[in-house]
């Protein structure tokens, strides 16, 4: 029984990394890079505050390193002239040094984004590289994988004990059944390195497709 609850729990923390790498690049695409308090941006600050590009140049490809290099040194000569030229000189290196670097992942700019915009798990990650311990981002994603599994399971396994009552019964075991079938499979192929092909399906008749 102790074997079984070590492999459970190593298998739920293999199953919360893999969720975690493709949880986070979506969202780190859309509400970590863009912040004012990103990393990018975060890295921008020092740079200016250095006189030195040096920090930014790892969020460029090196095809647009010399842009950015050119831009730095507008905006170090800009923002000496006063308060208002400095804020309008650092805002426009940031937004060219973010939009360069979404467009290096292959990703639209959407302007700036407000600081505060990152999402919880994100700040985690970060805390987590910053401390250089990742036993709590580890605990916390195998926690979510876990909650998310037996939410599922518990809907499930009560609709299939009426699911003869009724056709619309049975439609609603089947709806939780595909929800519960699929959410496992994600975690697993994520888990295994593969990447997800079946999206949730429209209908019941739809998601028997797949399985």
Request: glycine fraction near 6%; aromatic fraction near 6%.
């Amino acid at each position: 029984m102790r074997v079984q609850r070590k492999l459970i729990k190593r298998a739920l923390l293999v199953a919360s990394w893999s969720l975690a790498i493709s949880w986070l690049m979506p969202l780190a695409a859309g509400a970590h890079c863009d912040s004012v308090d990103g990393p990018v941006v975060t890295a921008a600050k020092l740079a200016l505050a250095k006189g030195e590009v040096t920090p930014v140049l790892k969020w460029v490809t090196k095809d647009d390193e010399g842009e950015i290099r050119a831009v730095f040194q507008k905006t170090l000569r800009v923002r000496t002239k006063g308060p208002e030229a400095k804020d309008l000189a650092d805002r426009y290196f940031f937004e060219t040094l973010v939009r360069m670097h979404r467009a290096s992942e292959g990703e639209p700019y959407t302007g700036l984004k407000p600081a505060g915009a990152i999402e919880p798990i994100i700040q985690t990650a970060d805390q987590a590289l910053e401390k250089g311990a990742a036993e709590q981002l580890a605990q916390h994603l195998t926690e979510q994988v876990a909650k998310g599994i037996k939410e599922r399971f518990q809907v499930a396994e009560a609709k299939k004990k009426r699911a003869e009552e009724s056709v619309a019964a049975g439609r609603e075991f089947v709806r939780a059944y595909v929800e519960f079938v699929h959410y496992v499979v994600k975690i697993h192929q994520d888990a295994s390195g593969h990447a997800a092909h079946a999206q949730g399906p429209k209908t019941p008749a739809d998601s028997h497709k797949h399985h």
